[in-house]
């Protein structure tokens, strides 16, 4: 009696196969996002965080770091002029985004 099996064709190989592929695409659009989300930083602290003249850069600082701060600037815990306003601009998820993509640039200088 085999009216139990799956269908041949729905092995688990093939599930993992898909799960990979869609794993991976969505780890490619996650990227196109962090750089288009750290973006929005660029203007004060360089692109891709390397900051001129005297302004902190972000490439290669710490992610968690980074994630934490801009965490106590939206939650009013860390006084700012004015990246408590910016921090607000984004949700947590956006903020991780962004702070793993800085994280991960090479420092120039
Ligand atoms: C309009 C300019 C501007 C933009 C855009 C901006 N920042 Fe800032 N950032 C500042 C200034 C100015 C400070 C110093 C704190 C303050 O006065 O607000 C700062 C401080 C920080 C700090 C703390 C640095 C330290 O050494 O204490 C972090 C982290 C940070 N910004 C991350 C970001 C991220 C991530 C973004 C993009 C989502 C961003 N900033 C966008 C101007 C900016």
Redesign the pocket.
């Known amino acids: 009696m085999n009216s139990h099996r799956k269908k041949p064709w729905i092995t688990p190989l093939a599930v993992a196969g898909w799960l990979c592929a869609a794993a991976s695409s969505a780890l490619a659009q996650d990227s196109l996002r962090a750089r288009n989300?750290?973006a929005?930083?660029?203007?004060?602290?360089g692109t891709n965080?390397q900051a001129r003249d005297g302004?902190?850069p972000?490439a290669g600082?710490n992610a968690d770091?980074?994630a934490n701060?801009?965490g106590q600037?939206k939650r009013g815990e860390?006084?700012?002029?004015?990246?408590?306003?910016?921090?607000k601009?984004?949700t947590d998820a956006?903020?991780r985004l962004?702070?793993d993509h800085?994280a991960a640039q090479v420092a120039t200088k």
Request: hydrophobic share 55%; with cysteine; glycine share 6%.
């Open positions: 989300l750290a929005t930083c660029a203007n004060c602290h965080g302004m902190m972000l600082v770091w980074i701060t801009l600037y860390k006084t700012a002029t004015l990246m408590q306003q910016i921090a601009g984004y956006q903020i962004i702070a800085l």
